[in-house]
């Protein structure tokens, strides 16, 4: 694994670039945290120009990123899920590719392959890597499940390790990358479920809901008329990774850590200790890369909200995009017409009311 706070990276290697000495000081964090803050407003507003409404979802995104992860979103279509990654990478002055899912896709296509090539002085003939579109800094996956699970699977290396072997050799992406995948929940034919492990690789599963009426009317209004707005770049790749690192330091005080994991493990019905209406409903829980990554996504939104510490709120705003795709309910469950969402209210409920009788 490479360090998380390692600058903008390129392709042609699997030598790694030295990264700078980083500044830990104190004043420097809260500097950095501060140019957080206002780099967040200024891509919100640039985002806004687009994309009218979904706050909540932009909001999730810019913390996925802040925290080094990727999202998966679902919604049906027409709800703007392209044009809001696409407008969130011209805002951050980062790369976008765009891959459209289908049955045909293979693995080579998303990665890229090996060709020969020849020299027109030399005659001789070489093999050369012709990188695919996942070398990018923002790929949009769109449909993910429309492809098979092998093809899904050329995505595994790339999300967690930021890099693509091929022909033996391995290649680093360029930082900072995330993948952003979307999906539909209507349509259901012709798709293939993400394997666990991959959904796992996602640190969110946003669900992407109907705008209200007057934001629908504002809609039809903007893009409907003659007058396009432009977005501007407001922040930089390399400014994305000095935010992603301050934001791994943020402090996590001792009892938002156990609220964390205590919530994760009651999640499992093959605890010892396990409730029984979990044991019913729960098929199968979070592993432990749920706990790091809602503790990296409470600490990203700490500082969204100008706090300089993780507290408990932020954990139990976040539990939902985190666990909603790591949980799988039983028969008994979905007979019952019991949504993972129910299953992870009660959960957040159960476990916020055990802590504030203990504190």
Known sequence: MKPMHLMCETWTSSTMVTPPPRDNTEGSDIETAEALIQSVAQVKEQVGRIVVGQSDVIEQLLIAILARGHCLLEGVPGLAKTLMVRTLASSMNLDFRRIQFTPDLMPGDITGTDIIQEDHETGRREMLFRPGPVFTQMLLADEINRTPPKTQAALL??????????GGKTYALKEPFFVLATQNPIEQEGTYPLPEAQRDRFLFHVVVGYPSRDQEAEIVERTTSGDLADVQPVVSGEDICKFQ????????????????????RSARPNEPDAKDWVKEWIQWGPGPRASQQLVLASKARALLHGRTHVTLEDAQALALPVLRHRI??????????????DLISRLVAEQSAGTASVL
């Open 245 to 264: 690192s301050v934001v791994r330091r943020v402090p996590l005080p001792e009892h938002v850590k156990n609220w964390v994991i205590d919530a994760v």
């Open 328 to 341: 799988v309910p039983t028969f008994s469950a979905e007979a019952d017409g019991i949504a993972v969402e």
């Open 157 to 166: 290396e790339a999300m967690q390790e930021h890099e693509v072997t091929a």
